[in-house]
């Protein structure tokens, strides 16, 4: 009986164990939810949401684009080859036009993308966001406008409520870019994050920064940042 008594004893330490550790970091999440490290108000200027964007197309869509040209550039020196030749040649002469519509239409495309994705995004440069650091992820949060809220409830809505995107340091795909003027957050090469640099004091700056570099490694990249003199 009491090998019984000390067995049961010992599974019950080790569960009151667990639930205590459970409850200690449910505690400290809860904690840390309230009291970001780092919290930072800012907006999005139509000018910065396009630079990131090109920021973008040059990380994935640039060496796609000059490997399509380089083969189908070889095509159309080889159909110059043929129509040299063989003027008559109506194939050739087709296949050749063919190439060069192929190649101004890989440049093109990302040209019209990146305007009417701007155009889209030009009535958001208003809106609020609210950018916060915490110790193994961070979250961007929509700020709602108070009299959108008040106008909601004045109709018997239910006000507008959007979800925080969370993201955690350990997520995969997440690259972080250190401009000059802005910090550009990738996603799985589907979305992209404005931080403005313009809405963070000196050492907010440097803050986060330091926490990219140390959580990130080789996915967070710095471009050279001039300085006066």
């Known amino acids: 009986m009491s090998k019984e008594n000390n067995t049961e004893k010992s599974t019950l330490?080790?569960?009151?164990?667990?639930?205590?550790?459970?409850?200690?970091?449910?505690?400290?999440e809860s904690f840390e939810e309230v009291n970001p490290n780092l919290s930072v108000a800012y907006n999005i200027k139509?000018?910065?949401?396009?630079?990131?964007?090109?920021?973008?197309?040059?990380?994935?869509?640039?060496?796609?684009?000059?490997?399509?040209?380089?083969?189908?550039g070889i095509l159309a020196l080889l159909f110059i080859y043929q129509i040299i030749n063989a003027p008559d040649n109506f194939a050739?002469?087709?296949?050749?036009v063919v190439c060069l519509a192929v190649i101004f239409i890989v440049w093109y495309n990302p040209i019209k993308i990146r305007k009417t994705l701007?155009?889209?995004?030009?009535?958001?440069?208003?809106?609020?966001?609210?950018?916060?650091?915490?110790?193994?992820?961070?979250?961007?949060?929509?700020?709602?406008?108070?009299e959108e809220i008040d106008e909601a409830i004045k109709e018997g809505e239910e006000p507008v409520k959007i979800p925080p995107k969370v993201v955690d340091?350990?997520?995969t795909g997440l690259s972080v870019l250190e401009k000059e003027n802005m910090f550009v957050?990738?996603?799985?090469?589907?979305?992209?994050?404005?931080?403005?640099?313009?809405?963070?004091?000196?050492?907010?700056?440097k803050q986060l920064s330091y926490v990219f570099d140390l959580k990130l490694g080789d996915d967070f990249e710095k471009e050279e940042i001039k300085t006066n003199g």
């Open 92 to 96: 050739s002469w087709l296949c050749f």
């Open 118 to 146: 701007m155009q889209s995004l030009k009535p958001l440069e208003d809106d609020r966001y609210i950018f916060k650091l915490y110790e193994n992820k961070f979250s961007i949060e929509t700020v709602i406008p108070q």
């Open 169 to 171: 340091f350990s997520d």
């Open 46 to 72: 139509n000018t910065e949401e396009e630079e990131a964007f090109i920021t973008f197309q040059k990380k994935y869509i640039l060496k796609s684009n000059i490997l399509k040209t380089v083969a189908f």
């Open 13 to 28: 330490d080790k569960q009151l164990n667990e639930l205590s550790k459970q409850t200690v970091e449910e505690i400290n």
């Open 185 to 205: 957050i990738f996603l799985k090469k589907e979305s992209i994050y404005v931080l403005p640099k313009r809405c963070m004091t000196e050492s907010e700056i």
